[in-house]
């Protein structure tokens, strides 16, 4: 979630890893707090978030 009064909008890569495949998707965020959906074809075993370290930031990702 971001803290300042004004959400900034801004590009979010995330990579997405799974038994030897990787892949990157780009996100645009644009509210204070974001929820997105991604299709994989199988579960991930990991899930980066701003691979390239881009942003300063503290991120969360929860499985639903």
Do not use: R
Not at 11 to 28: M, R, V, W, Y
Not at 47 to 62: A, F, G, N, Q, Y
Request: without cysteine; proline residues 5%; hydrophobic residues 35%.
């Amino acid at each position: 979630k971001q803290q300042q009064k004004n959400a900034f909008k801004f590009p979010l890569s995330l990579k997405i890893n799974s038994s030897g495949n990787g892949k990157k998707e780009k996100l645009f965020v644009k509210d204070a707090t974001a929820s997105f959906k991604i299709k994989v074809d199988q579960k991930p075993t990991s899930i980066i978030v701003d691979p390239d370290t881009e942003l300063l930031m503290k991120s969360s990702i929860k499985e639903k």
